[in-house]
């Protein structure tokens, strides 16, 4: 099995290293660097969220000079990777690789239900926002109903059923963002948009038309340079 952890910065990187390697004499097999483009929770601040100090542009040779303090394991760049040309730019900045979330729910394999590509794929550029977690970090979704009916007061109500992270202490961050994460993320799941939150990297905006798998990653590699890597 290949532990793959995901940081959003030099230092993560080198308490995982320093952790893993005194309590289990292991190292990552490849690190992910997700930056603040990227769909879902966010591992910044709502202010470093929007700080071009921390782009995976400039958060990369920080986190690939604490890689080098610790081995030679790929580090791998995600959020807000959209094409070859994005591809091409990391890798020349000395990423091994990428990882690619958003721009797969634009494709007829993604597994989302059609209400959530639907959501995704007619979002616009302003619809696309960074809003509370109950877990007390900056999530990034599409505006929906449910920020809606937040404001108006006719939420659904919170039930702490799943009693699931212990971040949200048994629901005490839901009732401060005013919703259950575990409840609106499975009513997303199930394609309802009157009360479903549904996560997008900011990339969300630009994906207007659906495609197979196979023609994305033809369109992602046809750059011969790009295969023989
Ligand atoms: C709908 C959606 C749900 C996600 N859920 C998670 C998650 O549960 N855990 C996680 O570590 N990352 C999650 N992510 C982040 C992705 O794993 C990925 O690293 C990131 O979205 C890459 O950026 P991109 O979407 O701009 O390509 C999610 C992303 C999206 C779009």
Sequence with gaps: ??????????RALSVIC??????????????VLEGPESGGHQGFSPEQCV????????????????????????????????DR???????????????????FIGTFECDAHPNFKETILKAEADDIVLMKSPVGMPARGVRTALQSRMEEGTAPQIRCVSQCLTPCGHGKGAMEVGYCIADRLADAWH??????????????????????????IEELTQDPGLQGR
């Design 1 to 10: 099995m290949a532990l793959v952890p995901i940081v959003s910065s030099a």
């Design 18 to 31: 320093k952790q893993w390697q005194r309590k289990y004499g292991r190292l990552p097999d490849a690190v």
């Design 51 to 82: 700080d071009p100090a921390f782009t995976i542009e400039n958060l990369l040779p920080s986190v690939l000079a604490e890689r080098d303090n610790w081995g030679d394991f790929p580090v791998l760049v995600a959020g807000g990777v959209w």
């Design 85 to 103: 040309a994005d591809i091409m730019r990391f890798l020349a900045l000395g990423a091994s690789g990428v990882q690619m979330g958003t721009r």
């Design 191 to 216: 394609g309802d948009r009157e009360s479903g939150l549904f996560f997008s990297g900011s990339n969300g905006a630009r994906l207007k038309d659906m495609m197979s798998v196979h023609d994305l």
